[in-house]
């Protein structure tokens, strides 16, 4: 019973904290790469709480599913951060299997698609359409690094898959690890698929389907952004760490400082990775995809060929 | 006429739902086929599921009609519609009840030519004549491969009864590839496929949700009769249907993201979801071809959860297309555009029916979807070869691909038609439908939460197939990790408080930024080909897209006067396969008509020979 309260406990402070301080990382990062200062690190918070406060106004032309798809897309983020594995010790908040994970991540693209068609904004529509074809290139590497994962151990329960008790292929978790990882990337339009910073509209993804969006609406939506960025990192940092077995022997506070640490190394790599590589042309971008779909592949081969290991 | 419809529907329904748990034998008197016929039907828990499904869509079906047609009455005649719809139905009853070959083969025909009459309902209009016309010869065609099939078998066994046909002996597997050649051309398998997105449009709409959701079924219901019952042994005609089916699920979803007309959009995607069952269908073959019951239970459970699945939503979203086209009087989707606000009911169902068929969680096409990735899953370690493992692993990950393009291709057509502007000024003039067409639509979008949250509870009623099959019960306990009720009642809450807690007032409203270009037309939206594009120009070779650009004015560079985009779009397999195959069948006939020159002469010396060859032949004989 206590061993819940503090589940629970654990897991909220986790939703609430996490990512805004992510994002807040990767922007200091670059930032200090940059020769600048820098945003303070709980910035993201002070954004939103501002958010929060202000007022909406909404396109004429908009439905219902304006702001229904942003507390839709909230409430799916919420979900997948209290069920999935993104952090260890698991929360184990309800199952997780593999594919209500990604078919969640793909409910939560629809939603957004339909955001950005609602207000007849031509900005919008062409980002949606961008979005559609990046997910439709990148979906079948995000489903193969973790079936891959499912086939080595026997099972599509991502909290079985992550558990204690799961086989040890160092190799498999890496491999599957940096797929998803790169996977996620573009699933999130970071760089090099889009610059998350640019405002040119005719080059956006993200930012051009949450065009339209203000006050509270834009803030659930980036909310709902920051905590899928934070699960996905999260899942890829489980991943990496499953590499190392003997972490996960020492305990929970072991296994939960590893994970913090683990989560903002990513960050950090990821601000330095933006900070040095170049928006690509938008016609070069399936050959980046091309390189998580080739991990994607190789983790597969080596989950077959391990057979039951 | 819709009321005796409606009844004949709910008397399906009940029929289905007694038959459940024992066989019944129907004997009808033997006169009634005037001797011609041996009539044996039959009624398991197969048939019965079958039935009952068929009992559902038919009576939103029934319901949806009675106004569709009254509007339609000047361009449709309604007895013709009613007599066919009646025939319709009975044919497609009876091949779900035939325990014998001939009765099989004559529902089947009853079954194809009253759908061929369905189809050619608005005879008026010459796109309406050519699309009878290919359906008409693609269904002779599969008539013919699945005649030969049964009179092979007939020739082994010298029984017409399906009981006592098995298929297990090397020497039956020629009549399997005909009898299963026949079933997949008239599902709609690629490279067979053609018919369907020239068929299903044109009918009117409850015709083409009776065909999407319960026709295209009804070769699956038929292969589980004869290949899963009857215990298909063969070990490389899973793999045959296996690949034909994995194209057609990419093939259908690619070319329904690149459609431009609504119908035509749903019918690529039936093709998608054909492809699906059968995959599925494929993985039960080969998971019994490999004596694994648990693959077996699996891909059985995704087939037929699919099928009911995919009848609901199906049905549903060419419903809300027929509401569509009742009131906007287009189905282009280039002229549609901003109905959310002027048929709200008709809207919010067909956003169901988009998430249902997207497979998106808590609804009914998510459990179906994810049934199937369980079976391929366990096929991936659970089959004894590495080839066939790495297959079902590389299909696992070609259908999360094809996922994603059913989103943008629900995307497309939820958002052109019913979200943003008008894009015609006949479409603003659009009204809602009236109550009895609103009904149909919203029941079967209840059912689709329903079936969603209560997938275990319709799968452990199925138990008596497996059982009949000998793969043991059906593994509903494998649905308790994904509780889609739960799923459903914690997303619905945090929803609820999110709308409680920050959407209280409602928002000041401004026009849409137009970055300063001002006031522009109505049709400077998202237009249908616009979305597609990027995908489209990745597949140029499968799609033969072109993109023709053409400026013209006094100083083209700076001051265009005239700029004409044009996209085009091939279909691959009816310009290169069917077109010229069509051409030789054509020269050919041409070629042998010079045989009837009409002289009575010859006509006299043609007899003449045929009696020499005949006399030689028996004197040799």
Same mark, same amino acid.
């Given at each position: 019973m206590q061993e819940q309260i503090i589940n629970i406990v654990v897991s909220v402070l986790s939703i609430l904290i996490v990512p805004p301080l992510l994002i807040g990382t990767i922007r200091k990062t670059k930032a200090r790469l940059q020769n %600048?200062?820098?945003?303070?690190? =709980?910035?993201?918070?002070?954004?939103?709480?501002?958010?929060?406060?202000?007022?909406? $106004?909404?396109?004429?032309?908009?439905?219902? /599913?304006?702001?229904?798809?942003?507390?839709?897309?909230?409430?799916?983020?919420? #979900?997948?951060? &209290? $069920?999935?594995? =993104?952090?260890?010790?698991?929360? %184990?908040?309800?199952?997780?299997?593999?594919?209500?994970?990604? #078919?969640?991540?793909?409910?939560?693209?629809?939603?957004?698609?339909? @955001? !950005?068609?609602? $207000?007849?904004?031509?900005?919008?529509?062409?980002?949606? +359409?961008?979005?559609?074809?990046?997910?439709?290139? &990148?979906?079948?590497?995000? &489903?193969?690094?973790?079936?891959?994962?499912?086939?080595?151990? *026997?099972?599509?329960?991502?909290?079985?898959?992550?558990? !204690?008790?799961?086989? *040890?292929?160092?190799?498999?978790?890496?491999?599957?690890?940096?797929?998803?990882?790169?996977?996620?990337?573009?699933?999130?339009? %970071?760089m090099p698929i889009d610059d998350p910073t640019t405002h040119l509209e005719l080059t956006m993804v993200h930012e051009a389907l949450i065009l339209e969006a203000s006050g509270k609406? @834009?803030?659930?939506?980036?909310?709902?952004?920051?905590?899928?960025?934070?699960?996905?990192?999260? &899942?890829?940092?489980?991943?990496?760490? *499953?590499?190392?077995?003997? @972490? #996960?022997?020492?305990?929970?506070?072991?296994? /939960?400082?590893?994970?913090?640490?683990?989560?903002?190394?990513?960050?950090? +790599?990821?601000? $330095?990775?933006?900070?040095?590589?170049?928006?690509? *042309?938008?016609?070069?971008?399936?050959?980046?995809?091309? #390189?998580?779909?080739?991990?994607?592949?190789?983790?597969?081969?080596?989950?077959?060929g391990a057979g039951a290991v | 006429m819709s009321a005796v419809f409606l009844l004949g529907s709910l008397l399906l329904c009940i029929g289905g739902a007694c038959c459940w748990s024992k066989t019944v034998v129907l004997a009808l008197p033997q006169w009634l086929a005037l001797g011609w016929l041996p009539i044996d039907l039959r009624c398991d828990t197969l048939s019965a599921f079958f039935l009952t499904l068929l009992g559902v869509v038919s009576a939103a079906c029934a319901v949806f009609s009675a106004q569709y047609i009254s509007h339609l009455s000047d361009r449709i005649s309604p007895r013709l519609y009613w007599n066919c719809l009646f025939i319709f139905m009975l044919g497609m009853v009876l091949v779900l009840l035939a325990a014998n070959a001939p009765t099989f083969v004559v529902a089947w025909e009853l079954m194809s030519l009253s759908s061929a009459v369905l189809v050619a309902s608005e005879y008026q209009k010459q796109k309406a004549q050519t699309s009878a016309f290919i359906y008409l010869v693609a269904t002779r065609i599969a008539t013919i491969f699945l005649t030969a099939g049964f009179l092979l078998m007939f020739s082994k066994f010298h029984d017409i009864s399906f009981t006592s046909w098995s298929f297990s002996s090397p020497s039956t597997w020629l009549p399997a590839t005909l009898i299963l050649l026949g079933l997949i051309i008239k599902a709609g398998i690629w490279p067979f496929h053609i018919w369907l997105p020239h068929a299903h449009p044109e009918a009117p709409s409850p015709v083409s949700a009776l065909m999407s959701g319960i026709m295209v079924k009804l070769p699956v219901y038929a292969a589980l009769r004869l290949f899963v019952f009857g215990d298909l042994t063969c070990p490389w005609l899973p793999y045959l249907l296996l690949t034909l089916s994995a194209v057609s699920v990419f093939w259908g979803v690619l070319f329904a993201l690149n459609q431009r007309e609504l119908k035509r959009l749903l019918a690529y995607s039936t093709v998608e979801n054909i492809g699906l069952i059968f995959i599925s269908l494929s993985v039960l073959l080969l998971g019994?071809?490999?004596?694994?019951?648990?693959?077996?239970?699996?891909?059985?459970?995704?087939?037929?959860?699919?099928?009911?699945?995919?009848?609901l939503f199906k049905s549903l979203l060419f419903l809300c297309a027929g509401s569509v086209d009742f009131s906007a009087h287009t189905r282009d989707l280039s002229k549609l555009g901003g109905l959310g606000k002027r048929m709200p009911v008709t809207f919010a169902t067909f956003a169901v029916g988009s998430a249902a068929i997207?497979?998106?969680?808590?609804?009914?096409?998510?459990?179906?979807?994810?049934?199937?990735?369980?079976?391929?899953?366990?096929?991936?370690?659970?089959?004894?070869?590495?080839?066939?493992?790495?297959?079902?692993l590389g299909l696992i990950g070609l259908l999360g691909g094809v996922g994603a393009l059913a989103v943008a291709s629900f995307v497309k057509a939820l958002g052109l038609t019913f979200l943003g502007k008008p894009r015609s000024a006949q479409v603003s003039a659009a009204r809602e439908v009236p109550l009895s067409m609103q009904l149909p639509q919203l029941a079967l979008a209840v059912a689709c939460f329903l079936t969603g949250a209560f997938a275990p509870y319709l799968v452990t009623l199925l138990d008596p197939i497996s059982l009949a099959v000998g793969l043991g019960r059906m593994p509903s306990a494998a649905f308790a990790s994904i509780p889609l009720a739960q799923v459903a009642l914690v997303s619905a809450s945090l929803i609820g408080v999110i709308y409680l807690v920050a959407f209280r007032r409602p928002p000041a409203r401004f026009e849409t930024w137009d970055c300063g270009f001002g006031t522009t037309t109505l049709r400077s939206q998202v237009s249908a080909d616009s979305f597609a594009q990027p995908i489209a120009r990745i597949f140029t070779p499968v799609l033969q897209y072109h993109l023709t650009v053409d400026i013209s004015g006094h100083d083209r560079r700076h001051f265009p006067e005239k700029i004409i985009v044009e996209p085009s779009m091939v279909s691959l397999l009816e310009t290169r396969v069917y077109g010229p195959l069509a051409w030789l069948i054509q020269r050919c006939s041409q070629l042998v008509a010079k045989l009837q020159t009409g002289s009575i002469?010859?006509?006299?010396?043609?007899?003449?020979?045929?009696?020499?060859?005949?006399l030689a032949l028996g004197a040799r004989l």
């Open positions: %600048r200062i820098g945003a303070p690190l =709980w910035q993201p918070f002070i954004d939103m709480t501002k958010l929060f406060r202000k007022d909406e $106004t909404i396109s004429k032309t908009a439905s219902w /599913a304006f702001r229904f798809s942003a507390a839709t897309a909230m409430a799916i983020s919420v #979900y997948l951060a &209290v $069920t999935s594995p =993104w952090t260890a010790p698991q929360l %184990r908040l309800g199952p997780c299997d593999l594919f209500l994970f990604l #078919y969640l991540l793909a409910a939560f693209r629809f939603l957004t698609l339909l @955001l !950005a068609l609602d $207000t007849s904004s031509p900005f919008g529509t062409f980002a949606a +359409s961008r979005e559609a074809t990046l997910s439709f290139l &990148v979906e079948p590497a995000a &489903v193969l690094s973790l079936a891959a994962l499912a086939v080595a151990a *026997h099972t599509s329960d991502l909290n079985l898959i992550f558990g !204690a008790g799961a086989p *040890h292929n160092g190799m498999l978790w890496v491999i599957s690890g940096s797929a998803f990882l790169l996977a996620g990337l573009v699933d999130l339009s %970071r609406n @834009l803030a659930l939506l980036e909310g709902a952004t920051w905590l899928k960025f934070a699960v996905l990192l999260g &899942v890829s940092a489980q991943c990496f760490l *499953h590499a190392f077995p003997r @972490l #996960y022997a020492n305990g929970s506070v072991v296994e /939960a400082a590893a994970s913090i640490t683990m989560l903002l190394l990513l960050a950090v +790599s990821l601000g $330095t990775f933006e900070s040095l590589t170049v928006k690509l *042309h938008w016609r070069k971008a399936p050959e980046f995809i091309a #390189y998580a779909l080739t991990l994607a592949f190789i983790a597969s081969i080596v989950a077959l | 019994r071809n490999a004596q694994l019951a648990v693959i077996g239970r699996l891909a059985l459970m995704a087939v037929l959860i699919h099928v009911f699945c995919h009848a997207c497979a998106l969680p808590p609804l009914n096409g998510f459990a179906s979807k994810w049934s199937i990735y369980q079976a391929l899953l366990n096929c991936s370690f659970g089959l004894p070869d590495i080839v066939s493992r790495a297959i079902c002469h010859l006509y006299l010396s043609y007899v003449c020979i045929a009696l020499i060859v005949l």
